[in-house]
Protein backbone atom coordinates (compact mmCIF):
# COMPACT_ATOMS: atom_id res chain seq x y z
CA UNK A 1 0.00 0.00 0.00
CA UNK A 2 2.75 2.22 0.86
CA UNK A 3 4.23 1.35 -2.57
CA UNK A 4 1.11 2.67 -4.48
CA UNK A 5 0.75 5.80 -1.94
CA UNK A 6 4.47 6.74 -3.09
CA UNK A 7 4.13 6.29 -6.99
CA UNK A 8 0.98 8.20 -6.76
CA UNK A 9 2.78 11.32 -5.08
CA UNK A 10 5.70 10.71 -7.08
CA UNK A 11 3.21 10.99 -10.01
CA UNK A 12 1.91 13.49 -9.20
CA UNK A 13 5.21 15.67 -8.74
CA UNK A 14 6.81 15.11 -12.26
CA UNK A 15 3.07 16.01 -13.90
CA UNK A 16 3.73 19.44 -12.59
CA UNK A 17 6.69 19.91 -13.47
CA UNK A 18 7.18 21.93 -16.04
CA UNK A 19 8.27 20.77 -19.54
CA UNK A 20 11.67 21.06 -20.76
CA UNK A 21 11.81 22.44 -24.37
CA UNK A 22 14.22 21.78 -26.39
CA UNK A 23 15.85 24.79 -28.09
CA UNK A 24 18.56 22.83 -30.75
CA UNK A 25 15.89 21.91 -33.17
CA UNK A 26 14.63 25.43 -34.71
CA UNK A 27 11.47 25.22 -36.45
CA UNK A 28 12.19 23.54 -40.38
CA UNK A 29 10.96 26.79 -42.45
CA UNK A 30 8.67 25.95 -45.16
CA UNK A 31 6.16 27.62 -47.51
CA UNK A 32 2.88 28.82 -45.63
CA UNK A 33 1.68 30.97 -48.47
CA UNK A 34 2.58 32.09 -51.54
CA UNK A 35 0.40 34.85 -53.50
CA UNK A 36 1.04 36.12 -57.27
CA UNK A 37 -0.71 38.46 -59.33
CA UNK A 38 -0.28 38.53 -63.10
CA UNK A 39 0.31 41.29 -65.31
CA UNK A 40 -2.67 42.78 -67.80
CA UNK A 41 -2.25 44.40 -71.40
CA UNK A 42 -2.56 47.30 -69.18
CA UNK A 43 -0.57 48.56 -66.35
CA UNK A 44 -1.81 46.01 -63.49
CA UNK A 45 0.85 45.68 -60.98
CA UNK A 46 2.43 42.44 -61.17
CA UNK A 47 4.34 40.83 -57.84
CA UNK A 48 4.65 37.78 -56.08
CA UNK A 49 4.78 36.92 -51.79
CA UNK A 50 6.37 34.40 -50.45
CA UNK A 51 5.15 33.89 -46.64
CA UNK A 52 7.14 31.07 -45.01
CA UNK A 53 5.92 29.65 -41.45
CA UNK A 54 8.36 31.43 -39.53
CA UNK A 55 6.63 34.90 -40.40
CA UNK A 56 9.98 35.60 -42.93
CA UNK A 57 8.71 37.01 -46.55
CA UNK A 58 10.21 37.58 -49.84
CA UNK A 59 8.48 40.23 -52.02
CA UNK A 60 9.14 40.30 -55.73
CA UNK A 61 7.72 43.27 -57.35
CA UNK A 62 8.09 43.28 -61.31
CA UNK A 63 6.14 45.04 -63.68
CA UNK A 64 3.62 48.29 -62.41
CA UNK A 65 4.43 46.90 -58.93
CA UNK A 66 4.85 49.31 -56.15
CA UNK A 67 8.17 48.38 -55.19
CA UNK A 68 9.95 46.60 -57.89
CA UNK A 69 12.72 43.90 -57.50
CA UNK A 70 13.55 41.72 -54.56
CA UNK A 71 12.60 42.63 -51.03
CA UNK A 72 12.36 40.72 -47.62
CA UNK A 73 10.49 41.55 -43.99
CA UNK A 74 9.10 39.38 -40.99
CA UNK A 75 5.92 39.33 -40.10
CA UNK A 76 5.04 39.30 -36.53
CA UNK A 77 3.26 36.25 -34.89
CA UNK A 78 -0.03 38.48 -34.26
CA UNK A 79 0.14 39.11 -38.38
CA UNK A 80 0.91 35.53 -39.31
CA UNK A 81 -2.14 34.85 -36.67
CA UNK A 82 -4.14 37.30 -38.16
CA UNK A 83 -3.51 35.09 -41.62
CA UNK A 84 -4.62 31.83 -39.90
CA UNK A 85 -7.92 32.96 -38.82
CA UNK A 86 -9.15 34.64 -42.00
CA UNK A 87 -8.43 31.40 -43.46
CA UNK A 88 -10.74 29.49 -41.22
CA UNK A 89 -13.39 32.76 -41.10
CA UNK A 90 -13.87 32.33 -45.19
CA UNK A 91 -13.49 28.40 -45.36
CA UNK A 92 -9.92 29.14 -47.76
CA UNK A 93 -10.37 24.65 -48.36
CA UNK A 94 -13.48 24.70 -49.04
CA UNK A 95 -13.43 27.44 -51.89
CA UNK A 96 -13.50 26.39 -55.31
CA UNK A 97 -10.03 25.76 -57.31
CA UNK A 98 -11.09 27.97 -60.23
CA UNK A 99 -12.54 31.32 -60.56
CA UNK A 100 -12.05 32.39 -64.44
CA UNK A 101 -13.28 33.25 -67.42
CA UNK A 102 -11.92 33.54 -71.67
CA UNK A 103 -11.42 36.96 -70.73
CA UNK A 104 -7.55 36.75 -70.84
CA UNK A 105 -6.20 40.55 -71.15
CA UNK A 106 -7.35 41.07 -67.22
CA UNK A 107 -4.85 39.93 -64.65
CA UNK A 108 -5.08 37.43 -61.78
CA UNK A 109 -4.30 36.03 -58.70
CA UNK A 110 -2.74 32.73 -57.91
CA UNK A 111 -3.15 31.84 -54.63
CA UNK A 112 -1.34 28.94 -52.63
CA UNK A 113 -2.09 27.97 -49.04
CA UNK A 114 -0.52 25.04 -46.92
CA UNK A 115 -2.22 25.06 -43.53
CA UNK A 116 -2.60 22.67 -40.95
CA UNK A 117 -1.56 19.62 -43.19
CA UNK A 118 -4.06 20.71 -46.11
CA UNK A 119 -2.56 22.08 -49.20
CA UNK A 120 -5.04 24.62 -51.41
CA UNK A 121 -4.52 26.07 -54.99
CA UNK A 122 -6.90 28.93 -56.10
CA UNK A 123 -6.76 30.75 -59.63
CA UNK A 124 -8.49 33.83 -59.00
CA UNK A 125 -9.17 35.45 -62.46
CA UNK A 126 -12.95 36.93 -62.61
CA UNK A 127 -15.78 36.11 -60.13
CA UNK A 128 -14.05 34.93 -57.03
CA UNK A 129 -16.32 35.61 -53.69
CA UNK A 130 -15.45 39.23 -51.87
CA UNK A 131 -14.01 36.94 -48.63
CA UNK A 132 -11.24 35.66 -51.29
CA UNK A 133 -10.87 39.32 -52.67
CA UNK A 134 -10.81 40.76 -49.06
CA UNK A 135 -7.99 38.03 -47.64
CA UNK A 136 -5.77 38.99 -50.92
CA UNK A 137 -6.09 42.53 -49.81
CA UNK A 138 -4.82 41.27 -46.27
CA UNK A 139 -2.06 39.74 -47.51
CA UNK A 140 -0.88 42.84 -49.77
CA UNK A 141 -1.61 44.90 -46.48
CA UNK A 142 0.28 42.71 -44.22
CA UNK A 143 3.21 42.77 -46.70
CA UNK A 144 3.67 45.69 -48.98
CA UNK A 145 4.75 48.39 -47.32
CA UNK A 146 7.58 50.55 -46.16
CA UNK A 147 9.43 47.75 -43.67
CA UNK A 148 10.04 45.51 -46.85
CA UNK A 149 13.67 45.98 -46.93
CA UNK A 150 15.80 45.58 -50.65
CA UNK A 151 17.53 42.82 -51.19
CA UNK A 152 21.47 43.66 -52.99
CA UNK A 153 22.00 42.23 -56.15
Not at 29 to 40: A, G, K, Q
Not at 79 to 108: A, C, M, R, V, W
Request: proline fraction near 4%; charge should be positive; charged fraction near 25%.
Amino acid sequence: MNAIISFLIFSSLTLNEPTIQNHSNPVKESIFLTMERTPCFGKCPSYKITIFNTGNVIYEGFTFAEKEGKHTKKLSQKQLLEIKSQIEIINLFELEDKYDSQITDIPSTHLYVVYKGQKKKILDRVGGPKELKRFEKLIDFLVIDNNLKKVAK
